[in-house]
């Protein structure tokens, strides 16, 4: 069964300072896919990055980049020149390939951003 | 042009009725999947279909009847509504064997019980 862990609840981080969400998971499958989603307070799921187990290079979308530690089995979001909108929840999800397409996902972070 | 939408956007019933969520993608996805995000914010399969085909139930009461007349359509029926079933419920839905691609979500239906 997969495992995904967020261990940290709520965070407080200053604008334009960057901040790092942490995200462990467990499988023993060695192909996986790992996807970080944004929830702002609207409600919708919003798709921010993605990080395959067999990708070399960490995965970068603008301001968003995913640190890979595919030892540790850590998939931490590290966003760069935090902005007021990036006030949201942020989740971590793992999905397995060939037949198990769901995702599983984490407890969430919610993060704000003081100006 | 919505990719994945969903109607209701809210649903305020009482307990023991039956209700329906519906659910279209446009994105000529063949996956389709319902999830339930509790009041803690805990996001959770509940159904997957492919080609119209159910291949993930997770141990979901069988008061949730999911149906796909097509690959773009994955409604919910919800019968003899329970008070925990007050939830937001979101449709997905992602093509099968492009593993990279992630799934697109609907806006969510809150879902409230009285």
């Known amino acids: 069964a997969q495992k995904i862990t967020q261990t940290q609840p709520g965070m407080f981080v200053q604008e334009k300072e960057a901040v790092t969400l942490d995200c462990t998971y467990d499988?023993?499958?060695?192909?996986?896919?790992l996807f970080w989603y944004k929830q702002p307070s609207s409600g919708e799921m919003i798709f921010l990055i993605y990080?395959?187990?067999?990708?070399?290079q960490n995965a970068t979308e603008g301001r968003y980049s995913l640190n890979f530690q595919k030892a540790r089995k850590s998939a931490n979001l590290v966003i760069s020149a935090s902005q007021l909108g990036d006030s949201a929840m942020y989740f971590c999800?793992?999905?397995?390939?060939?037949?198990?397409?769901?995702?599983?996902f984490g407890t969430g972070t919610r993060l704000t951003i003081i100006p | 042009d919505t990719a994945v939408s969903q109607t209701p956007k809210y649903l305020v019933t009482q307990m023991g009725n039956d209700k329906s969520i519906k659910c279209e993608q446009n994105?000529?996805?063949?996956?389709m999947y319902w999830y339930k995000q509790d009041s803690k914010k805990f996001l959770k399969i509940m159904f997957s279909?492919?080609?119209?085909?159910?291949?993930i139930n997770e141990t979901v009461p069988n008061r949730f009847s999911p149906k796909s007349p097509d690959k773009a359509h994955l409604n919910l029926h919800i019968n003899s509504l329970e008070l925990g079933d007050s939830a937001v419920y979101f449709c997905?839905?992602?093509?099968?064997?492009?593993?990279?691609?992630?799934?697109?979500f609907g806006d969510g239906t809150r879902l409230s019980i009285l």
């Open positions: 997905a839905s992602s093509q099968r064997r492009d593993n990279n691609q992630p799934q697109h």
């Open positions: 499988t023993s499958d060695q192909s996986y896919g």
């Open positions: 990080q395959g187990s067999y990708d070399e």
């Open positions: 999800a793992m999905r397995v390939p060939f037949g198990n397409e769901k995702l599983t």
């Open positions: 994105l000529g996805h063949d996956t």
């Open positions: 279909y492919n080609n119209k085909e159910l291949i």
